[in-house]
């Protein structure tokens, strides 16, 4: 149980252009959703939180214009890079937070490989 | 000040040597410690959750124990398909929903 699934797994676009990454949890709702970005042999760093039905929190130095979360349904959170450039390549990765039964445990998705040309 | 600080960085074992890894951190009032496997180019596997000191939880040949300030992980007779990064993190009541990871203790097991 608690699967979280990432897609695509790998992206490769050009500078200017948007990419969306899906964040699904597979078997189970999840109240909330994480978005981190991971660099080379560094831990990860908390992008932003989002709550089913409402607006993402992002951390402090994150562009809310250039990172758009939306969490649309309980199984469901997407983020889209907008315009995006070489500086924004990264390892991108979702968790997600059932409810109820396992209050504080997130389970993270495979992660998504954004390369910027 | 970091708040959590996991040690060491690395750790190289032969198969069959046994050792821990540990986690300490500086959080007051703890909601949890967690502990992931992450491959690379993977992400994150949990592996268990603490949330008070005195508790341990098992799985193979891991076994994770809690302190006030600390949180180790053992491995016991470690193979080569444990070779992996250990990443710790805590969630605590100043910090809402959020995890607070350590840099994490990379582990290569030899056979």
């Known amino acids: 149980g608690a699967v979280v699934s990432q897609h695509p797994s790998r992206v490769i676009c050009k500078s200017g252009t948007s990419v969306k990454i899906e964040c699904r949890s597979l078997?189970?709702?999840?109240?909330?959703m994480f978005w981190y970005r991971q660099f080379p042999k560094k831990s990860l760093m908390l992008m932003a939180t989002?709550?089913?039905?409402?607006?993402?929190?992002?951390e402090q130095g994150v562009e809310k214009d250039k990172f758009l979360i939306n969490h649309a349904s309980l199984t469901l959170s997407t983020l889209t890079v907008t315009s995006a450039h070489p500086e924004d390549s990264s390892f991108y990765i979702c968790?997600?937070?059932?409810?109820?039964?396992?209050?504080?445990?997130?389970?993270f998705g495979p992660g998504t490989r954004l390369l910027v040309l | 000040e970091d708040q959590v600080t996991q040690s060491p960085e690395a750790l190289r074992l032969q198969e069959g040597e046994s050792s821990s890894l540990n986690c300490s951190y500086t959080?007051?009032?703890?909601?949890?410690l967690f502990w992931y496997r992450q491959d690379p180019g993977k992400g994150p596997e949990f592996l268990f959750t603490?949330?008070?000191a005195g508790e341990e939880k098992e799985k193979e040949r891991l076994k994770a124990t809690l302190t006030k300030k600390e949180s180790f992980l053992h491995i016991t007779a470690p193979k080569p398909e444990d070779s992996a990064t250990y990443l710790c993190?805590?969630?605590?009541?100043?910090?809402?929903?959020?995890?607070?990871f350590g840099a994490g203790t990379i582990l290569r097991v030899k056979s």
């Open positions: 968790s997600a937070r059932p409810g109820l039964a396992d209050q504080e445990t997130q389970y």
């Open positions: 078997d189970f709702q999840a109240t909330t």
């Open positions: 989002s709550n089913e039905g409402s607006k993402a929190t992002y």
């Open positions: 959080v007051s009032g703890l909601r949890g």
């Open positions: 603490l949330y008070s």
């Open positions: 993190a805590v969630q605590a009541w100043e910090y809402g929903n959020k995890l607070v």
